[in-house]
């Protein structure tokens, strides 16, 4: 992902901070991966629907430290790997492409309880 040529560039349908839909190729294997580039800091956002936050802060570089934090954790296969890389002229995170059969939006508007880990059972419940 750091190195493999981007051949299409698309956005995407979700989300606010510009998150970028990019196919990668290095000739041998083609594949998507997300870019964002937000690196966001102010003392006070008011957001659109009247919140406000104090010193609010988003970054891409969140999503770099979680996938490192997840493989320290011994949970690195939980996630989609995610590297820095400069693209376009603006460094970012680029995360490879997982299809989703359910973003959060639609398991809570179709009321669906998410299945949890029993540790030390080797099952889900839910």
Known sequence: ???AKVVKVRGTSKGITDVKRLT????????????????EYTAKKEFANGTTEINFRDSYKF??????????????D??????ERKWNGKNGSMSWWLPVKMDEQQRM????????????????TG
Do not use: Y
């Not at 294997?29 to 580039?37: G, I, N, R, V």
């Open 78 to 83: 939980m996630m989609p790997v995610t590297v």
């Open 24 to 39: 990668l190729s290095d000739n041998k294997l083609t594949h998507d991966a997300s870019f964002q580039s937000i690196d």
């Open 109 to 124: 508007k179709n009321k669906v309880s998410p299945r949890m880990w029993r540790p030390g059972t080797g099952k889900c």
């Open 63 to 76: 999503n770099i430290a979680a996938f490192e934090l997840a493989k320290l954790l011994g949970l690195g």
């Open 1 to 3: 992902m750091q190195n």
